[in-house]
């Protein structure tokens, strides 16, 4: 009888904790900006230093064009455009200044995971960055709660 219940009560916890989604998979979006009547993300998804440049141009325009509590911006990194969020970028500062007026940025985990199984060394990216599980997954749940895709 005794090893029914454990048994029972096994097979429920396992139930509990297949359902569960995984904690670093969920997405959220920004709480911080309840005012905000536009809404926009900016795909990055290219190495490129002249793509970096204009999307960072484009996030500060916006922030100069509407006042930042007006405007939700998010800014999601993959691929090679996880490189703007690295560390060593030469564009961190102008990226914490934009990260300091309230725009996110987003680093794809999968990528970084790519990276460190090919390199067999884990990127370090800047601490303000969110770290997101899929970044194309999360433009699409952006999109789907409204945001705005821009890929400059």
């Known amino acids: 009888m005794r090893r029914a219940q454990i048994l029972s009560a096994l097979m429920l916890a396992l139930l509990i ?14 709480q911080d900006k309840p005012f905000a009547e536009h809404k926009i993300v900016l795909q990055l998804s290219d190495g490129d230093a002249n793509k970096q440049a204009l999307v960072l141009s484009v996030a500060n325009n916006l922030l100069k064009a509407y006042a930042p509590d007006k405007i939700a911006i998010e800014v999601v990194t993959f691929g090679p455009g996880i490189d703007l969020l690295l560390s060593g970028s030469e564009r961190r500062k102008q990226v914490e200044s934009l990260i300091a007026q309230g725009v ?11 990276i460190e199984r090919e390199t067999g060394k884990r990127p370090e990216f800047i601490p303000a960055a969110t770290p997101v599980q899929v970044g194309a997954g999360q433009i699409l749940f952006l999109a789907e709660n409204g945001y ?3 890929r400059p």
Do not use: Y
Request: with cysteine; hydrophobic share 55%; proline share 7%.
């Open 104 to 114: 996110r940025f987003d680093i794809c985990l999968n990528t970084v995971d790519t």
């Open 148 to 150: 705005t895709l821009v």
């Open 17 to 30: 904790f297949a359902a569960a989604p995984p904690a670093s998979a969920q997405q959220v979006l920004l």
